[in-house]
């Protein structure tokens, strides 16, 4: 259950989410997207708490997909980044072959919730087993406690490399402990989309 912003301390990051205006995009956008924000914000890469959210397209097989009217781009930013990220308001980002311009962006605070969902996450190496007892390192390192649940396992294909990444279910998450896994993340490649938890009210969201 999440707790009100009156009772919790903000957290030091916040999304930015952008309206996006386009007809379609590469299925697998992350590495185009990545490297357009990079040259509009050549800050990104010094702030290791930015991330790009996955973009949510519609579902298909092929190598395009098409752009739905709610389909946003969301970036997870320092607070104090929001103003020279707000710049981005009205430029066309070039990705691949598409192109999509960004519309007026809005603010929204990360909420503590118990169970947190990450569509991503990296793995060093390509197993189940030897990623969930990275996960589990990772999260005692934190003095982070919860139940895990490991999801769809996924091969990326991207000029810089072949990526392995797991779906990832956090569960009975304090508020203190939900907000601090939003604000840090887990693994790598947080500006390919990877590593970024979302509140979620369902398990069943883990095969997504």
Known sequence: MSASLDEQLLATVIDIVFPL??????????????????????????????????????PGTEAEALLSQRTRLLLRLPRERFAAATGLAGR????????????????????PHRTLYAYAVAA??????????????DLQTLAVRSQLICGKRQQHAWPAGALTTFSLMLHGLS????????????????????????PHKSAAAVGE
């Open 21 to 58: 205006g386009g007809h379609s995009l590469p299925r697998d956008a992350a590495p185009a997207l990545r490297a357009a924000l990079q040259r509009e914000m050549p800050w990104l890469d010094h702030e290791p708490l930015a991330g790009i959210h996955p973009l949510k397209l519609v």
């Open 175 to 198: 508020a203190s402990d939900s907000l601090r896994l939003q604000e840090l993340g887990l693994g790598r490649h947080r500006l390919l989309g990877c590593g970024i938890f979302v």
């Open 124 to 137: 060093e190496v390509d197993d189940e087993i030897a990623f969930m007892q990275t996960m589990d390192a």
């Open 92 to 111: 066309t980002l070039q990705l691949g072959d598409q192109a999509v311009t960004l519309g007026q962006p809005h603010a929204r605070e990360l909420l």
